[in-house]
């Protein structure tokens, strides 16, 4: 649910290149605002990109795994969410878990949502305990990354891709392109169901994280 499971040679050109390249100016954007960060920092985002990747090989049915990417935001912010991103999706891609070409699309869909998930964890956070805040910041988070990869599937679907090519990647069986609208439409559809499910257990993961770090380890919460 935060990230298309797409092969080489599916998406046009225009899209996937387009995406590489904004992808590249975000994270080199950054990286160069976070290249005096403490070493500690530095740490805590190569175990959060390791936990990431664990996160994501736990299967919640057939379209959808956790992504742990609302914890990562919360807990690094928007800058080195956005290279936790690409260096999570870097990784899948060389492992077989979508094509390379679509690396720069992942990254944007994905770091769409580690962006705005520690804002809005900091602005409930005056009214709410960790866990509770956590919830709805990863409910936040979920639907903007579900925002943005159902707007690569409008893009997609206006060149003649089949929206059920799409999404997850686990979707077989559809051969119906239409007009970009009425794709988009029918795949939220379809795929409702399992994001409701993946959103509920990002969310419990996520506000059992927050509660875990706030009676042992606060400093690490922003």
Do not use: K
């Amino acid at each position: 649910m935060t990230h298309l499971h797409i092969a080489d040679g599916v998406l046009p050109l225009w899209l996937w290149l387009g995406g590489l390249v904004l992808a590249a100016i975000v994270v080199g954007g950054a990286a160069f605002r976070h290249r005096h960060d403490r070493a500690d920092r530095l740490t805590l985002l190569g175990a959060l990109c390791a936990v990431m990747l664990a996160a994501m090989a736990v299967p919640l049915g057939p379209l959808g795994h956790l992504s742990f990417a609302p914890v990562v935001g919360i807990l690094l912010g928007p800058g080195l969410g956005v290279i936790a991103s690409a260096l999570v999706n870097g990784t899948l891609a060389l492992l077989g878990h979508g094509g390379l070409t679509v690396v720069g699309l992942n990254t944007l869909v994905l770091s769409a949502g580690t962006a705005v998930a520690q804002p809005a964890y900091l602005a409930l956070r005056r009214r709410m305990t960790p866990g509770r805040a956590g919830i709805w910041a990863t409910v936040l988070s979920l639907v903007v990354s579900v925002a943005a990869l159902c707007a690569v599937v409008a893009l997609s679907a206006r060149n003649g891709v089949p929206f059920t090519a799409l999404g997850e990647g686990e979707m077989h069986g559809g051969t119906s392109s239409g007009h970009a609208l009425s794709s988009m439409g029918r795949f939220a559809l379809y795929s409702s169901p399992f994001w409701a499910i993946g959103l509920v257990a990002e969310s419990l993961v996520t506000a059992s994280v927050l509660s875990y770090l706030a009676r042992v380890r606060p400093e690490l919460l922003p």
